[in-house]
């Protein structure tokens, strides 16, 4: 038997939500994958090509999404899941998800446990095409032992070197499912890969113009770790002690962190986009240091809007560089 799910709506009442019920038959899922007319992948032109079609492409993440436009370029159509800004360790999926994942060719996610939700969608839209794991062939940081951890540290794009990687799965998937069109792919992943060095070579080089000392982070949560690692920062700490945002911080580690703050002569505080600011100016005002928020909040988690500063990948980490910069130079 699988899950019956119900709709549900915000406190807006315009964001669709599906909630599980428990043990049943999947009705609500059965239907919306009937009305696709074509359960699991969209039918193309044969095993292993798509008869001149552009692949269909279902991206979990804004991350991922904007590699698989980068590497598909007109070769695909890209239906994006998450939206930006949204937080992805916390997100329902919706009616318009099931259905996207039913009539895909491939669908490509971020791995490593950060989009919990999407084993369960595969399976109510009832999906048994390819599932694109960009995680694969990553060095993953692992975790303190705890069960929102288990899977290490899933924010693995915020090194360039992991979003090379990243994209290179994103195109041999695409090259097996469309070997016509392999040159186009190859030829887009060695355009962005260059671009990618490119952006590596520009942070090192920002990260490098601040004096040792200062190269500290106290972050809204414990996303920048393969950032820290890739530029040698130093961790002080997150306000969420944890990868995922469902973590909560005590009173004794709030407590803790500031008095961190306070000894190592931390000069900021970064806030993320996709999280509330509140309690990262709380612990700033206690600190006596400045809370990087809003316009200048670190994207961490997504990419933003079209026409921010986060928009793309490429504009993201750009964006982070010169924030923690100029902060911390202080």
């Known amino acids: 038997m699988g899950t019956v799910f119900i709709l549900t709506s915000d406190l807006r009442g315009d964001t669709v939500r599906i909630r599980a019920l428990g043990p049943a038959l999947p009705v609500m899922a059965a239907l919306l994958v009937a009305a696709t007319a074509c359960g699991g992948s969209s039918a193309t032109g044969g095993a292993g090509g798509t008869g001149g079609k552009k692949l269909k492409v ?80 990553v060095a993953i940081r692992k975790g303190n032992g705890e069960e929102e951890e288990a899977a290490g540290d899933p924010h693995i794009w915020h090194n360039p070197k992991n979003a090379e990687i990243m994209s290179r799965d994103i195109a041999a998937a695409f090259e097996a499912k469309d070997p016509a069109d392999k040159a186009a792919f190859e030829a887009n992943l060695k355009s962005y890969t260059g671009k990618l060095e490119q952006l590596d070579a520009w942070i090192a080089g920002q990260i490098n113009s601040l004096p040792p000392a200062r190269r500290k982070l106290v972050t809204n949560h414990d996303a920048f770790g393969y950032y820290i690692d890739r530029y040698q920062l130093t961790f002080v700490g997150s306000i969420i002690p944890s990868f995922d945002t469902s973590a909560e911080l005590s009173g004794k580690q709030l407590n803790s962190l500031v008095a961190k703050i306070k000894a190592t002569g931390v000069k900021a505080i970064f806030s993320e986009s996709s999280l509330p600011p509140k309690t990262a100016e709380a612990i700033g005002r206690q600190a006596g240091v400045k809370v990087e928020a809003g316009e200048d909040s670190l994207y961490g988690d997504t990419l933003g809007p079209a026409g921010s500063a986060g928009a793309t990948y490429l504009e993201m980490e750009r964006h982070n560089t010169t924030t923690i910069v100029t902060a911390l130079k202080g």
């Open 58 to 137: 279902v991206a979990t993440t804004t991350q991922v999404a904007d590699f698989a436009r980068n590497i598909g370029g007109d070769k695909v159509t890209v239906t994006q899941i998450l939206k930006p800004n949204v937080d992805p360790h916390d997100y329902e999926p919706s009616p318009a998800d099931i259905q996207a994942i039913a009539n895909a060719d491939l669908v490509v996610k971020s791995g490593v446990g950060v989009e919990k939700w999407l084993d369960q969608t595969i399976k109510s839209a009832g999906f048994d095409g390819t599932v694109v794991d960009t995680s694969k062939g």
